[in-house]
């Protein structure tokens, strides 16, 4: 399928906006960049190089490909030149309300009022800084999981005044690029998949303070147990084929016990420093912080060897 939307630009040239940059021009889009950042404009082309690089010695890419979908990307020296052609703007300035606010107010300015514009906000609701705009009906939240040109969902979260025509053309463009989208029907903080992460974050904290396991323990039951399906499969489907009778039966048997479970997190409370600084000790004597970087490297090629291995799995 070819993308319906044919001219991109990308505001923010960080590893979400470089991430986006890949994706569309591998979906067949002919991209521009900008960041305001004149050192980050320089660096985007040899970062988005690497990046398509280490997806042909993946085998997620062959050396074509790379080669045609380099050529796609033009970095800009400004944001109208960026913005001026595209049929699609997609968004990735640092997640704070005013930067927010300031740079969709530019791209209000010199956008083609039939363009639409998607905001990498991971939170932050387009309602918080569109409200505004002349041209507020065409923007909404695009939501990519970091790396995007890795993991393909997205998630599309209309602001109140968003044209509701804009979410079924750019789910239908986000498919032809090869992500996997989902439309959020209204705006809810943090969205769907960070209610969802939040939820196994909360708990882990939870058992972590009380003392019930340790926090590489509890990575281990993620990693070795609930991770290797969910890696393939979501929590409906996950019940689904648990039990024998299917999802109702699953829900028959547990059900109880989950709500049990429920009960006794009734009072919630934030992530304690004790517990954070506890967690930070243990973590950095396995990995040092000056590994971190080493470590995400790890990763990302750990991720791209999970999708090779999927995509060529049958569905």
């Known amino acids: 399928m070819q993308p319906v939307l044919n001219t991109v630009a990308v505001i923010g040239a960080g590893l979400v906006g470089s991430g986006w940059a890949l994706v569309f021009a591998r979906g067949g889009a002919r991209v521009r960049v900008y960041d305001a950042d004149a050192g980050l404009?320089?660096?985007a082309p040899a970062r988005?190089?690497?990046?398509l690089e280490e997806m042909r010695e993946a085998e997620l890419a062959q050396a074509p490909e790379v080669e045609a979908a380099f050529a796609r990307i033009t970095v800009t020296e400004s944001l109208a030149e960026a913005v001026g052609p595209a049929d699609y703007i997609q968004e990735?300035?640092?997640?704070?309300?005013?930067?927010?606010q300031a740079v969709c107010a530019e791209i209000d300015a010199v956008m083609r009022p039939d363009a639409?514009?998607?905001?990498?906000?991971?939170?932050?609701p387009a309602s918080a800084f569109t409200e505004g705009l002349a041209n507020r009906a065409r923007f909404l939240i695009a939501h990519p999981v970091n790396p995007p040109h890795l993991i393909p969902l997205v998630e599309l979260v209309p602001a109140p005044w968003t044209d509701p025509a804009i979410p079924p053309v750019l789910r239908a463009a986000m498919e032809g690029w090869g992500q996997a989208p989902i439309e959020?029907?209204?705006e809810i903080e943090g969205f769907i998949l960070n209610r969802l992460q939040g939820a196994l974050l909360n708990e882990a904290w939870a058992?972590?303070?009380?003392g019930l396991a340790s926090a590489v323990d509890i990575d281990r039951t993620v990693s070795q147990g609930l991770g290797l399906r969910w890696a393939f499969m979501g929590p409906f489907e996950t019940i689904d084929?648990?039990?024998?009778g299917g999802i109702a039966d699953y829900s028959a048997r547990l059900a109880p016990l989950y709500h049990d479970i429920a009960l006794s997190r009734r009072d919630p409370q934030p992530w304690s420093q004790q517990a954070i600084a506890s967690a930070e000790r243990e973590l950095r004597q396995s990995l040092p912080?000056?590994?971190?970087?080493?470590?995400?490297d790890w990763r990302n090629r750990r991720l791209m060897a999970l999708v090779a291995h999927l995509r060529g799995q049958p569905k």
């Open 184 to 186: 959020v029907k209204g």
């Open 41 to 43: 404009r320089a660096r």
């Open 116 to 124: 639409i514009v998607g905001s990498s906000s991971s939170g932050i």
């Open 289 to 296: 912080q000056d590994r971190l970087g080493e470590r995400t």
């Open 92 to 100: 990735s300035v640092l997640e704070r309300v005013p930067v927010k």
């Open 207 to 210: 058992l972590y303070e009380a």
């Open 48 to 51: 988005i190089r690497a990046m």
């Open 241 to 244: 084929l648990n039990a024998p």
